[in-house]
């Protein structure tokens, strides 16, 4: 951290705005723009000089990151409007393992072109339509696409699996609209059982730094348990529609 010379009451180094903008890698211009919007909270003043600590950046790193899991600034805004303005930095932290999308990777947008290297092969107007229509692809602005790589890949693979698109246009449909209520379902236990015992203290001897941690270590444990259900579920409805 830059050192200015203020501190904060926990003996923190403060920063300016100019080195707040530095250390975020971010213009000055933009900080401020964020600070109009809500984004961050009040400067520290000290005299006439506003200084800006640990939990200030932690936020603007969040709003970056947010951006480039494609959230819009609207959805950020929204999102940030929620957390206290005198949240400290660990707590910021639990709200960061709460808001970051479960991707494995950001998707950053890019043209056709870029899409098409990515891709490995050329895209027609029909892959493009059916990667969207299934949920690969976004087009958050015309000619600009985004998708995981990862997930990029794999939607590669379907174009050249030998099933009708229109079938697996149906399968996606059904597994976007099931995970829909299973997510939301998980989403409701987990603030119920963790998030919301542990905002009022009743989670003892766990602080925000380890409620982070496991809420990051839920995630892929999450995951793992959903494909073993699925597998298991897939297994019995075969097995169903044999003996039918």
């Keep these: 951290?830059?050192?200015?010379?203020?501190?904060?009451?926990?003996?923190?180094?403060?920063?300016?705005?100019?080195?707040?903008?530095?250390?975020?890698?971010?213009?000055v211009r933009t900080v401020r723009f964020y600070a109009t919007k809500g984004l961050l909270p009040a400067p520290i003043?000290?005299?006439?000089?506003?200084?800006?600590?640990?939990?200030?950046r932690l936020r603007l790193d969040l709003v970056r990151e947010l951006q480039e899991h494609g959230y819009a600034l609207a959805g950020i805004e929204r999102q940030l409007s929620r957390?206290?303005?005198?949240?400290?930095?660990?707590?910021?932290?639990?709200?960061?393992?709460?808001?970051?999308?479960?991707?494995?990777?950001?998707?950053?947008?890019?043209?056709?072109?870029?899409?098409?290297?990515?891709?490995?092969?050329?895209?027609s107007d029909?892959?493009?339509?059916?990667?969207?229509?299934?949920?690969?692809?976004?087009?958050?602005?015309?000619?600009h696409f985004r998708a995981p790589p990862s997930l990029l890949a794999f939607g590669v693979e379907l174009l050249d699996v030998p099933v009708p698109r229109s079938t697996l246009t149906a399968a996606a449909k059904v597994i976007d609209e099931h995970a829909t209520a299973v997510a939301a379902g998980l989403?409701?236990?987990?603030?119920?059982?963790?998030?919301?015992?542990?905002?009022?203290?009743?989670?003892?001897?766990?602080?925000?730094?380890?409620?982070?941690?496991?809420?990051?270590?839920?995630?892929?444990?999450?995951v793992q348990g959903l494909v073993a259900a699925f597998e298991r579920a897939a297994d019995r409805a075969v097995r169903h529609s044999d003996e039918g």
């Design 126 to 143: 029909e892959d493009l339509d059916f990667l969207i229509e299934i949920g690969i692809l976004a087009e958050p602005r015309p000619e």
């Design 45 to 56: 003043r000290r005299g006439r000089v506003g200084y800006y600590g640990p939990a200030h």
């Design 83 to 123: 957390i206290p303005a005198d949240a400290s930095a660990s707590e910021l932290a639990v709200y960061r393992a709460r808001l970051l999308p479960w991707e494995p990777e950001p998707a950053q947008d890019c043209d056709r072109a870029e899409l098409e290297r990515q891709a490995g092969r050329p895209l």
């Design 187 to 222: 989403t409701e236990v987990f603030r119920q059982g963790v998030w919301e015992p542990f905002r009022r203290g009743e989670l003892t001897g766990t602080d925000a730094e380890q409620l982070a941690a496991v809420m990051a270590r839920l995630r892929p444990l999450t």
């Design 1 to 27: 951290m830059i050192e200015t010379g203020a501190e904060a009451a926990d003996g923190k180094a403060l920063l300016t705005v100019d080195e707040l903008a530095a250390a975020a890698g971010m213009t």
